[in-house]
């Protein structure tokens, strides 16, 4: 059974760093790209980039472009989300996914439950 | 901004039809071929309930269905069911080296 499970909730500070994490199980990890996804409170879904664990190959959206940092360690299966100084306006729920091997392949079939960050000093 | 327009919200009664619209208002979209429809109920995280514009994925309803017509693309419930209210997003593809994917403004969808 295709898994991605994601870590747990944090309550961090503005200007703190975070990495959250995004492992996936029953399936060949490297070979389907991954992808991020940012929901603000009460808010639509947002794409913030995607990497393909096999060779590391990112990319982002504009929008996220230097705001964050993706990464992966295949030999764990998990891949990663990270801030070097965290904002508010980070507050979200952050969703990673696997894209599909469906048809053109560029749809997101599973997802993981969501990991909720909340800055706030 | 999203350059994926949806209305934001849509009503139906039990057993109707309704239609979502997914409008492209973004030449940045390139050709708009790789549509992707997403249900997300509150609390939980999106599934994928139609891709490449019209296809199901094994497990989706029949009750479901997509289309695209020039730069609009569409999503059908038939049959609307209480366990279809929720929220809608339509996702589009491009192959560009920077921007890969758009999310739509998202439609929620209400059950009368």
């Known amino acids: 059974e295709v898994q991605l499970v994601q870590s747990g909730a944090e309550v961090k500070k503005p200007g703190e760093s975070l990495k959250i994490s995004c492992k996936g199980s029953?399936?060949?990890?490297?070979?389907?790209?991954i992808g991020w996804v940012r929901q603000m409170p009460g808010k639509g879904l947002e794409w913030m980039g995607i990497i393909y664990p096999g060779d590391s190959d990112i990319r982002y959206s504009p929008s996220f472009q230097g705001q964050v940092t993706i990464s992966a360690d295949k030999s764990i299966s998990t891949a990663y989300l990270q801030w070097s100084s965290l904002k508010a306006s980070d507050t979200a729920m952050y969703y990673c996914?696997?894209?599909?091997?469906?048809?053109?392949?560029?749809?997101?079939?599973?997802w993981g439950q969501g990991t909720l960050v909340t800055v706030s000093s | 901004q999203s350059a994926l327009t949806q209305p934001a919200s849509v009503s139906g009664s039990p057993g109707q039809s309704i239609t979502i619209s997914c409008t492209e208002t973004?030449?940045?979209?390139?050709?708009?071929?790789?549509v992707s429809w997403y249900q997300q109920h509150p609390g939980k995280a999106p599934k994928l309930m139609i891709y490449?514009?019209?296809n199901r994925p094994s497990g989706v309803s029949n009750r479901f269905s997509g289309s695209k017509s020039g730069n609009t693309a569409s999503l059908t419930i038939s049959g609307l069911q209480a366990e279809d209210e929720a929220d809608y997003y339509c996702?589009?593809?491009?192959?560009?080296?920077?921007?890969?994917?758009?999310f739509g403004t998202g439609t929620k969808v209400t059950v009368l």
């Open positions: 490449d514009v019209s």
């Open positions: 996914a696997r894209r599909c091997s469906c048809g053109s392949g560029t749809s997101f079939d599973y």
């Open positions: 996702s589009s593809y491009t192959s560009s080296s920077t921007l890969n994917y758009v």
């Open positions: 029953g399936y060949s990890f490297t070979r389907y790209w």
């Open positions: 973004s030449s940045d979209v390139g050709g708009y071929n790789y």
